[in-house]
């Protein structure tokens, strides 16, 4: 069966540690993966966008690598901060569809000071 | 700064009513999607659209159905409410291309009594 699973579903860091979250599938052919970010009673935001050829793509303290042999993608935030405190979604845009993209479950992370 | 509004925040309405969940883009996105989200099993797609007048189902369309008569515009009927489809609703847009990020509204919590 077609899954995508996150699987942490909540991850406590101290501030200034880097915090990993992993985001791993099973039978899905994606083209690109992509990272949002959603606050509690909001909508989920985009963050970043990682193609099937890359390994990796940074964004100021964001990291995303991105494996296809191990169907696996991690998020990193480096020196966190407790405002980076939210629930993360990857999702995955899959070449046989043109427009939808299967979301994750989500981790929420907590960034203690 | 693109901005996708949905109509309401919080919905309260009673089984066996039909209900309608607007949502109207400012981008002029050709694409529009309509997820629910629940605990645990994250984001949902129930439609999408395309283009005006086009539709197609997603994963949990039975007891929905969508209307699209304007590009900026997208809305979501639920025919005869029940109590299992008290949830959070988030809309999205984007544009055409797979790899273009959606933009999410802020959600209609709607519960159903």
């Known amino acids: 069966s077609q899954k995508i699973e996150q699987n942490s579903e909540a991850l406590n860091i101290q501030e200034g540690k880097t915090a990993t979250l992993t985001c791993n599938y099973t039978n899905y052919s994606p083209a690109y993966l992509q990272w949002y970010r959603q606050d509690p009673g909001r909508g989920p935001v985009f963050l970043l966008l990682?193609?099937?050829?890359?390994k990796e793509k940074r964004k100021e303290r964001l990291k995303v690598t991105f494996d296809t042999t191990l169907k696996q993608s991690l998020f990193h935030i480096t020196a966190s901060q407790p405002a980076d405190s939210a629930t993360y979604l990857c999702?995955?845009?899959?070449?046989?569809?043109?427009?939808?993209?299967?979301f994750g479950s989500g981790t929420r992370l907590s960034i203690r000071p | 700064d693109v901005k996708v509004t949905q109509s309401s925040r919080y919905l309260v309405k009673r089984t066996g009513e039909k209900v309608f969940l607007e949502c109207v883009q400012d981008?002029?996105?050709?694409?529009m999607f309509w997820y629910r989200q629940d605990p645990g099993l994250g984001l949902r797609l129930i439609y999408f659209?395309?283009?005006?007048?086009?539709?197609e189902k997603g994963d949990i369309p039975e007891g929905y159905s969508v209307s699209r008569e304007k590009k900026e515009r997208f809305s979501l009927i639920l025919e005869s409410a029940s109590t299992n489809q008290t949830s959070m609703y988030l809309c999205?847009?984007?544009?055409?291309?797979?790899?273009?990020?959606?933009?999410f509204g802020d959600g209609t919590r709607l519960s159903i009594l």
């Open positions: 990682i193609r099937e050829n890359e």
């Open positions: 981008m002029d996105h050709e694409n």
């Open positions: 659209s395309y283009d005006v007048k086009m539709k």
């Open positions: 999702a995955l845009v899959l070449w046989s569809s043109a427009s939808k993209i299967i």
């Open positions: 999205a847009s984007s544009f055409r291309d797979r790899y273009q990020p959606q933009h």
